[in-house]
Structure formats: structure tokens, C-alpha cells
């Protein structure tokens, strides 16, 4: 049983370049969300998808879009990357969006320089 | 609202004393509350989860969290720290009326020799 499975591992980027984080799981679950966490920041949540169709801003959204593609895929893309963007960013989905255990990916780490 | 307090960002044990990690909650409404553990380079995986059905939950690893209404707090403990435990730990809080999971800033539990 695979999870939550998101790409790429380890990225890194240039000032200025583009690239999108690809996560899909295979749980059937209705809510997908797109976490970065740093160093003496917990994690913090960029951007969500309650359900197939709808997305909403999180506390950081700022730099980012996302598209919920359907209901397994749900992917971030930084359309002109910054190194404040520098972070491990997790995928992660849940049952629904309140109440349920949210399953994690392992995480992939963005550079940019 | 709800919010999450992690009392402390760091806490070192020696192996085989007694953990304990502190987190308190506010919420509007009856909780549900979380402990979620990452270790090194991967993702967070649940640690155990209240959802008021008893207020002492046990989890995996030997883990266990009590909740206390009039404490607004839900402290984790495991009686003998193991090297393995090194990790770090979030409690997170959420509800089924809609609210989305707001999670602590996380402690990081380091075990002594």
C-alpha cells in the first residue's frame, strides 16, 4: 500500500525557474493538502483541497498555486522560485478535512539558489 | 478557535526515564486531538489520536496521552525512553465541525546514553 507518494525527492532550482511537486494517493480520501516545514517553524500549511473540484489558501499561499487534478492527484507548482522558497514541502491527505488522521509523503527537498 | 502549545522545543532524556511532552489545546468546540512523530527525513506518522471515546489513549511504540477537559491539555509519556525514540513530536487538534487540523510547532526529543 503505497500512501501518499509525491515527486521529486530533492530538487534544486535557480532564482526565477518553475517546477511542480506531483503527489498522489491512493487512499481514496477526499482532502489533500501541501504543508512546507522549516527549521523552528513547525509545519505550515500552504494550501488545501477539502474535497474534489475546491481549493483554498492556507496560511502560507504566497508564490504558490495548486491544482487538485482529481481526486487522487493534487499537485503544487512554484511558478517563479525564490530562495525563501527553500523548504521540505509534504503532501498529505485525509478521509475529510476535519476530524480524520491526515497520512503524510515522505517529503521532497527544494533548494533554491 | 482552535490552537495547539508545544511547551518546549527541545527535550533530552536519558535512556530508560520517563518522557514527557507537553501540549495544550484551545477549541470551540469537544476536540480531537493527535500526537504525530517524524523521524529523521521522512514524513509525520500518527502517533495515537483522542476522539473522546476514553481520556488515556495508548499507541504504538508505548506512547500514551491523557486528556484533561479542565486542563486544556493532552501531555504524551512513555514511561522508558528507547535511543529509538529520538524524533520529533506534534500534537495537533481538530474537531468535526469543520475546523482543519492546526498542529503545534513541534518537539524534538533527543535520548541520552
Known amino acids: 500500500n503505497a500512501g501518499v507518494t509525491q515527486t521529486p525527492k530533492f530538487q534544486v532550482l535557480k532564482t526565477g525557474q518553475s517546477m511542480t511537486l506531483q503527489c498522489a494517493q491512493d487512499?481514496?480520501?477526499?482532502?489533500m493538502y501541501w504543508y512546507r516545514q522549516d527549521p523552528g517553524m513547525g509545519l505550515r500549511l500552504i494550501y488545501y483541497s477539502a474535497s474534489e473540484g475546491t481549493t483554498d489558501k492556507g496560511e502560507v499561499p504566497n508564490g504558490y498555486n495548486v491544482s487538485r487534478l482529481n481526486k487522487r492527484e493534487f499537485s503544487l507548482r512554484l511558478e517563479s522560485a525564490a530562495p525563501s522558497q527553500t523548504s521540505v514541502y509534504f503532501c498529505a491527505s485525509s478521509q475529510d478535512y476535519s476530524g480524520n488522521t491526515i497520512y503524510f509523503g515522505e517529503g521532497s527537498w527544494l533548494t533554491v539558489v | 478557535a482552535q490552537s495547539v502549545t508545544q511547551l518546549g522545543s527541545h527535550v533530552s532524556v536519558s535512556e530508560g526515564a520517563l518522557v514527557l511532552l507537553r501540549c495544550n489545546y484551545s477549541?470551540?468546540?469537544?476536540?480531537?486531538l493527535f500526537w504525530y512523530v517524524q523521524y529523521p527525513n521522512q514524513g509525520l506518522q500518527l502517533l495515537l489520536k483522542y476522539t473522546s471515546a476514553a481520556t488515556l489513549v495508548k499507541g504504538i511504540n508505548g506512547f500514551e496521552a491523557e486528556f484533561k477537559k479542565s486542563e486544556t491539555s493532552f501531555h504524551l509519556t512513555k514511561p522508558s525512553a528507547h535511543m529509538s525514540d529520538a524524533a520529533e513530536y506534534f500534537c495537533a487538534v481538530s474537531d468535526t465541525g469543520g475546523f482543519k487540523t492546526i498542529f503545534g510547532a513541534g518537539t524534538r526529543l533527543f535520548v541520552k546514553a
Open positions: 487512499m481514496n480520501h477526499n482532502s
Open positions: 477549541s470551540s468546540v469537544p476536540p480531537y
